[in-house]
């Protein structure tokens, strides 16, 4: 089973991830900022990243960046999905090592079809 | 007709405290521990007068004062301390962080080490003891030991380090037999070597001005005090420990602790047995 | 035994700069100095005076190291008041993320201080704005931070402002604010995550699955 950490401070949105996503056979692990969830990234083996931007303690860009530089966890993918919805901003979270950026709120469909095809899980 | 009606806390206002007291003090209750925490809540709620959790938790989350957080963290922790407690980060020290400290220390630099809030001794005793036993390179380097706690009567019974049996409980017998005397009324006195090599003094964690005496550690436990503390205390807190750590220094919280309630001031370093962190460097 | 007892427990001697001045004077010139210790210090010392909030807001909007950030912002709590509320808000639009959610955690700090801008922050013309606002607001230890949160839902037409208030709403809404949480999903088209939150909030405000 494919394990995906969700890390957003918004309770209702990482309930939310994690009801679609379960449905859909991933398990699902939550952090309610960024801090949190870089150690539960260095504790704990996942095959994808559901990131927010604006979090307390720690940014989603500054634990990008920092997911980046840790070697062992730093090729997981990540994807980015903030209320912030000017070009610059997916353009810095490309740089700061997202794989990709979605706006909130972002469609089911859409995450469940990235969330496989980042993680390899392709089923019919 | 004025007979109360029975307090009971649902699965929804569960859920609500548990997600509340987790994002303060990173205390997770599952869902096993259900009974624990009605029982402890429901007390809670009528020693404040309150009929409902949800008068109960809207005076929890709106006072300013944080006194009723502080009496519910008391209730839901275990507040003793004994030897050898949350042993996994004396083993990552000794294993992994004093090995990577000496690398940057010349040889006649002693390491520094401070046990913050030290309670009645047997945190610091216990990292006395684990690196007299487990450190390969101890004889190599002179380490200076301090243990502080706000409570004189504490650091008392800190000074004269003898122990009832729960307190040595999770010690190694072969380790107790060492460095402790068996005593007739059944509690065991520590050596005086021990009592030596650790030097006690009183120190208030939120008192800046105090703070600003204890410099150049190379390794800071602070653990299980900043649970007890509001946001603004912690921030402060937060800023002093910087302040007394060496660049690259490193500080340990307790099991439930986290800085990532506390402040993204430290780098958060993983190692085998223990999540540890650092001053940058 | 070699751990070795020193009965001078607190360290060296403190570095040579922290022999210099600590009066308001010297302190703001440190606040500008080369090194960032120096300003991290600088920082610190300065809560002891609350009338350096001014400097200490305008040194925040281009420091750039986190501890001397940090410093600042725990000397700002400590030294609160509207000043400081002033010279805080405008950093929310600051380009730099980490800046913001510092300030806007700073600002959760200061609830009487905060309270008389929250209605015109949350009739900001910019909807990032608006929803760091809703932020400050949903950590705030304020009697009316409910009803304010109920207000976005009522008035605000961006769908995210309105989903941050509802997060909120889900920990500290009153039953007051049910109808307008039933009514929300509707303005936005039936919006499933829409759905998904009002539907969690009612529940953890009646206390009961629906
Ligand atoms: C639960 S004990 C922790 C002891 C030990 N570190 C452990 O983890 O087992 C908490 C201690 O914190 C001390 N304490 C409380 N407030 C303090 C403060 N502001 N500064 C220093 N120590 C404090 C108390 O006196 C008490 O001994």
New binding site residues.
């Given amino acids: 089973m494919k394990k995906i950490l969700v890390i957003d401070d918004a309770a209702t949105v990482r309930m939310y991830y994690r009801q679609v996503l379960e449905a859909e056979g991933f398990a699902v692990e939550e952090a309610g900022n960024g801090y949190e969830g870089l150690e539960k990234a260095l504790t704990e083996a996942f095959d994808l990243y559901i990131v927010d931007i604006n979090m307390p303690k720690m940014d989603g860009y500054t634990l990008l960046r920092t997911i980046r530089q840790e070697p062992t966890i730093c090729a997981t993918p990540a994807i980015m999905i903030s209320t912030e919805g000017q070009i610059q901003d997916a353009n810095a979270a490309y740089a700061a090592g997202a794989n990709l950026y979605f706006n909130k709120p972002v469609r089911p469909e859409s995450l469940i079809t990235t969330a496989r095809l980042l993680t390899g899980e392709h089923r019919a | 007709m004025n007979a109360p009606v029975p307090l009971a806390i649902t699965e929804e206002e569960f859920q609500k405290f548990r997600d509340f007291f987790y994002r303060k003090t990173g205390i997770h209750f599952e869902e096993n521990k259900r009974y624990f925490v009605d029982k402890r809540l429901i007390d809670r709620i009528l020693a404040t007068n309150n009929t409902s959790f949800r008068n109960y938790f809207v005076m929890l989350r709106f006072e300013t004062s944080g006194k009723e957080l502080q009496q519910l963290i008391n209730i839901m922790t275990v ?1 003793e ?2 030897f050898f ?2 042993e996994y980060q004396f083993t990552c020290l000794v294993n992994s962080v004093l090995n990577e400290i000496v690398t940057r220390k010349r040889p006649s630099e002693p390491i520094r080490i401070w ?5 009645s001794g ?2 610091p005793y216990s990292l006395a003891i684990y690196l007299l036993e487990y450190w390969p390179r101890v004889d190599d380097y002179a380490i200076e030991l301090i243990a ?4 004189t009567t ?1 650091l008392e019974k800190a000074r004269q380090g003898r122990y009832d049996q729960r307190s040595v409980a999770h010690l190694p017998p072969p380790l107790l037999r060492k460095y402790f005397t068996a005593l007739y009324d059944g509690s065991y006195q520590i050596n005086d070597d021990l009592r030596q090599s650790v030097d006690f003094t009183q ?4 008192d800046l001005a105090q703070m600003r005496a204890y410099r150049d550690f190379d390794v800071v ?1 602070c ?3 900043l649970i ?1 503390f509001d946001d603004t205390s912690r921030r402060i807190a937060a800023e002093t420990l910087f302040n007394a750590l060496n660049p690259g220094g490193f500080i340990c919280l ?1 099991h439930s602790e986290s800085m990532s309630r506390i402040t993204p001031l430290f780098k958060v370093r993983k190692f085998p047995e223990a999540i540890i962190y650092q001053k940058p460097r | 035994m070699t751990l070795i007892k020193k009965h001078d427990a607190t360290g060296d001697a403190p570095r040579e700069f922290r022999h210099q001045s600590r009066d308001r004077a010297g302190l703001l010139c440190q606040l500008e100095a080369d090194a960032p210790e120096q300003r991290r210090w600088a920082a610190l010392d300065l809560a002891a005076f609350s009338d350096a909030a001014d400097a200490l807001c305008d040194r925040l909007e281009q420091e750039t190291q986190t501890p001397v950030r940090e410093a600042i912002l725990t000397s700002l709590i400590q030294i609160g008041g509207n000043p400081v509320v002033c010279g805080l808000m405008p950093l929310l639009r600051s380009e730099d993320a980490a800046l913001r959610n510092q300030v806007i955690e700073a600002l959760q700090q200061l609830p009487e201080a905060v309270s008389p801008y929250i209605e015109r922050m949350l009739a900001d013309d910019d909807a990032d704005y608006r929803i760091f606002a809703i932020n400050v607001l949903a950590n705030l230890r304020h009697p009316q931070a409910p009803a304010w949160l109920q207000d976005v839902i009522e008035r605000d037409d961006n769908i995210n402002a309105c989903a941050a208030a509802v997060d909120g709403l889900a920990e500290i809404g009153t039953p007051e604010a049910i109808p307008a949480l039933t009514a929300l999903p509707e303005r936005f088209a039936d919006d499933p995550f829409m759905q998904f939150c009002t539907q969690t909030a009612i529940r953890r405000i009646q206390g009961h699955g629906a």
């Fill in positions: 507040n301390t004994y407690r949350e046990s913050l809030p030290s309670s047997e945190e502080s706690d706000i409570d504490m120190v208030n964690l939120s436990f653990r299980n005090l007890y307790g």
